[in-house]
């Protein structure tokens, strides 16, 4: 069997980086020679939540699965669409009376399957249940079924420390665990002791003239004054970020995990 690569993109924010996902994903997928695309897409309606117009087009664009986090609930219309589209997860640690899926086992046209789990972070969020206790009961499930080849988790999370505390917990349980959410992209992609694949933060696909995708106008006033602020959501062209993992099916870990940033705003690791 073939080594098998992920590319999994971090938030996308608003236009430009649905604009510069559409552009160039066609070109980084051949370049790079990824199997599967996973992209967070939490972002990309306006700088926050996602419409099914816009899901749609990003899975046009190529994106196999979409993963998301706290802003998912946004726009109403979603709610019907995480019903009847389970390639767009929600956080899977909330309650299990919550619409839609957390968790998907994607298949290529080779058959290699490959689990995906979008999970919450508690620490500095919203209320949700133990991100740690639901990922056990799920890949007990997937172990027990023998439904999956791969695994990738998406901690969408605040704090650093817990998402470096899932990385350890996961290692040598899942394929990688790529953390999203905070829009800066890390410099800790690596293979943990036991083999998984970590990074605390792939950072946003979206314009990094700005403030974490917000325009610096808009966002300094609040900083300033304490008053609150209407914040409007960067335009200008997008950097897309995330990471490429290569593992061997059916094995423990990855073989590597390497940043891939793609733009105008920070150096680029892959053309």
């Not at 117009?53 to 726009?75: M, Y």
């Not at 817990?162 to 959410?181: I, Q, S």
């Not at 897309?240 to 094995?251: F, N, P, Q, R, Y």
Request: aromatic share 8%; with cysteine.
């Amino acid at each position: 069997m073939q080594p098998f690569a992920i590319l999994m993109l971090g938030d996308v924010v608003g236009k430009s980086g649905r604009q510069a996902l559409a552009r160039h994903l066609p070109r980084l997928k051949a370049s790079l020679g990824v199997d599967m695309v996973i992209v967070n897409g939490e972002n990309a309606a306006n700088g926050m939540g996602l419409t099914p117009k816009i899901a749609d087009e990003l899975f046009a664009a190529g994106v196999d699965v979409l993963t998301s986090g706290n802003h998912i609930w946004r726009f109403r219309e979603i709610v019907d669409y995480l019903k009847r589209q389970p390639r767009l997860l929600r956080p899977a640690n909330y309650p299990p009376t919550t619409p839609g899926v957390g968790s998907w086992v994607w298949i290529s046209r080779e058959g290699v399957r490959v689990g995906v789990i979008n999970l919450l972070g508690r620490t500095f969020m919203d209320a949700a249940d133990c991100p740690f206790a639901c990922v056990d009961r799920l890949l007990s499930a997937w172990e027990q079924e023998r439904a999956c080849d791969l695994v990738v988790v998406d901690f969408h999370a605040e704090a650093t420390s817990e998402k470096n505390a899932m990385g350890y917990y996961l290692d040598g349980r899942v394929t990688a665990v790529v953390g999203t959410h905070t829009h800066i992209p890390t410099a800790d992609a690596r293979r943990l002791p036991r083999g998984s694949g970590f990074i605390t933060d792939v950072g946003m696909s979206g314009c990094y003239q700005s403030v974490i995708g917000v325009t610096v106008e808009s966002v300094l006033p609040g900083f300033l004054t304490r008053m609150p602020v209407r914040f409007e959501t960067a335009e200008g062209e997008a950097t897309l970020c995330g990471v490429k993992i290569v593992a061997m099916v059916g094995s423990v870990g990855c073989l590597s995990m390497e940043p891939v940033r793609f733009g105008p705003d920070l150096s680029a690791t892959h053309p």
